[in-house]
């Protein structure tokens, strides 16, 4: 049912000049059998004409019903959509320390009492957006956007997959700005763990083309901003 629904809003503009095209073809039929009913003479074709009319006008009204449904998809039910948020249980990797035999003559025994055993892996420095006056703090699995890339180009319905796993985190959102002074816009938010998961959907296709600010916010257990991720990527027309 999602894709469905990104497919209705994706095409939005398209489906509406097909069921134009549709409602205009047989509002002609319906104006020639209506002349067709009016110069008849004999019964019969009277009746004849009348069916052409009939068929045409329940065709009319199945195109009407037809546009407001995805008048209702394009502009309810993906913006819904987008702002669902989706719930993900932390997964906990078990770390196991590789024993490592040297040559000489101090013990294996008092290498390992001195490696810790709660030793965690240095964050690695995701790509990011490098902006003077713009805070970005994209770590891997901790807070990132993977896709769509930094300085990668988009259009249409995007799908944003990144990881928040930030401590005492609460929830998240992700917001969008045009260059230059920033004028953030909230697309959507959630809350739980993700790790390289779905976090939502962003809908470019109203935006101009150029390119713009993509933040990720992540917000502690009070709602308060804990850190932030930053890209930029170029919003294209659609073809």
Same mark, same amino acid.
């Not at 047989?26 to 069916?51: D, N, P, W």
């Given at each position: ?42 019964? /019969?074709?009277? %009746?004849? @004409? +009348?069916?052409?009319?009939? !068929?045409?006008?329940? =065709?009319l &009204? #199945?195109v009407?019903?037809? *546009?407001?449904?995805e ?5 309810? /039910?993906?913006? %819904?959509? @987008? +702002?669902?948020?989706?719930? !993900?249980?932390?997964? =906990?990797? &078990? #770390?196991?320390?590789?024993? *490592? ?23 690695? =420095?995701?790509?990011?957006a ?33 990881s928040?796993?930030?401590?005492s985190l ?21 809350s ?29 257990n ?18």
């Amino acid at each position: 049912m999602e894709y469905v629904i990104k497919f209705l809003a994706d095409f939005e503009v398209p489906i509406y000049l097909i069921l134009g095209i549709v409602a205009v073809v047989y509002l002609r039929r319906i104006v020639i059998s209506l002349e067709e009913k009016r110069t008849a003479i004999f019964g /019969l074709e009277r %009746e004849a @004409a +009348q069916r052409k009319v009939t !068929a045409a006008a329940s =065709i009319l &009204v #199945l195109v009407g019903l037809m *546009t407001v449904m995805e008048f209702v998809v394009a502009t309810f /039910l993906a913006g %819904e959509l @987008a +702002q669902a948020p989706t719930f !993900a249980t932390s997964t =906990i990797e &078990v #770390l196991t320390t590789p024993t *490592t035999t040297l040559s000489g003559s101090i013990p294996s025994t008092t290498l390992s009492g001195l490696i810790p055993t709660d030793a965690t892996p240095t964050p690695t =420095i995701y790509p990011q957006a490098q902006i003077e006056g713009i805070d970005s703090q994209c770590v891997n699995d901790i807070l990132e956007i993977d896709s769509p890339e930094h300085e990668a180009e988009v259009k249409g319905v995007v799908e944003i997959i990144g990881s928040v796993n930030t401590p005492s985190l609460g929830s998240y959102r992700y917001d969008f700005s045009t260059m230059g002074e920033p004028k953030w816009q909230t697309i959507a938010a959630g809350s739980g763990v993700h790790i390289d998961e779905n976090l939502g959907n962003w809908y470019t296709s109203d935006l101009a083309p150029g390119p713009y600010m993509l933040r990720l916010v992540a917000l502690d257990n009070e709602g308060s901003e804990t850190s932030t991720c930053v890209i930029v990527v170029n919003v294209t027309a659609e073809e």
